[in-house]
T-cell receptor, first 116, second 111 residues
Framework: SAVISQKPSRDICQRGTSLTIQCQVD?????MFWYRQQPGQSLTLIAT?????????ESGFVIDKFPISRPNLTFSTLTVSNMSPEDSSIYLC?????????????FGNGTRLTVT | GQNIDQPTEMTATEGAIVQINCTYQ??????LFWYQQHAGEAPTFLSY????GLEEKGRFSSFLSRSKGYSYLLLKELQMKDSASYLC????????????FGAGTQVVVTP
């Protein structure tokens, strides 16, 4: 397994501002992902954070709204830009330790974001 | 398209057995995972099935039928600490890491 440290753990932000969430892993990993979990709903993949290249975004998510950095194999950030109350959610960083079939995702503890 | 369904909530008594069903639809199916998520915490990995049949891990077992697009998680000898949300998720052949999650089944264990 891996230790995945995510911060901040929670924040309350005003509409129109931006928040950057950090994810630090205690070992080098190839695959890092950012998920969103809205209240009572499933985890939805926002994007795959690629080291050395732009992130790959899922349908419905765009780089201008959710810019992602991946400067090395142990660290990534997700920024939620120009926030609105609809962005209130839990944001989760996850990693896959092995790039093979059956390798599970391991999650950080999440960032609980409330936008007022 | 892709779809995954599981019941919203189940209630069971301490010491009993509960079975959480999960049905899915996808092309290029390449495995199904079960996760446990306690309130306010991150999901933690429980089990993985890629072939038909039952996988047993202590009090927890997971079953898969690929032809029926069906899986279940069986929790035996329920304990109060098993009260949590249980998420099923599948992956497809085009990406190991792109998990499609269900909405989760909230299991409530009562004394």
């Amino acid at each position: 397994s891996a230790v995945i440290s995510q911060k901040p753990s929670r924040d309350i932000c005003q509409r129109g501002t931006s928040l950057t969430i950090q994810c630090q892993v205690d070992s080098q990993v190839t695959m890092m992902f950012w998920y969103r979990q809205q209240p009572g709903q499933s985890l939805t993949l926002i994007a795959t954070a690629n080291q050395g290249s732009e992130a790959t975004y899922e349908s419905g998510f765009v780089i201008d709204k959710f810019p992602i950095s991946r400067p090395n194999l142990t660290f990534s950030t997700l920024t939620v830009s120009n926030m609105s109350p609809e962005d209130s959610s839990i944001y989760l960083c996850s990693v896959q330790l092995e790039g093979r079939r059956g390798s599970p995702l391991h999650f950080g503890n999440g960032t609980r974001l409330t936008v007022t | 398209g892709q779809n995954i369904d599981q019941p919203t909530e189940m209630t069971a008594t301490e010491g009993a057995i509960v079975q959480i069903n999960c049905t899915y639809q996808t092309s290029g199916f390449n495995g199904l995972f079960w996760y446990q998520q306690h309130a306010g915490e991150a999901p933690t990995f429980l089990s993985y099935n890629v072939l038909d049949g039952l996988e047993e891990k202590g009090r927890f077992s997971s079953f898969l039928s690929r032809s029926k697009g069906y899986s279940y998680l069986l929790l035996k000898e329920l304990q109060m600490k098993d009260s949590a949300s249980y998420l099923c998720a599948f992956v497809t052949t085009d990406s190991w890491g792109k998990f499609q999650f269900g909405a989760g089944t909230q299991v409530v264990v009562t004394p």
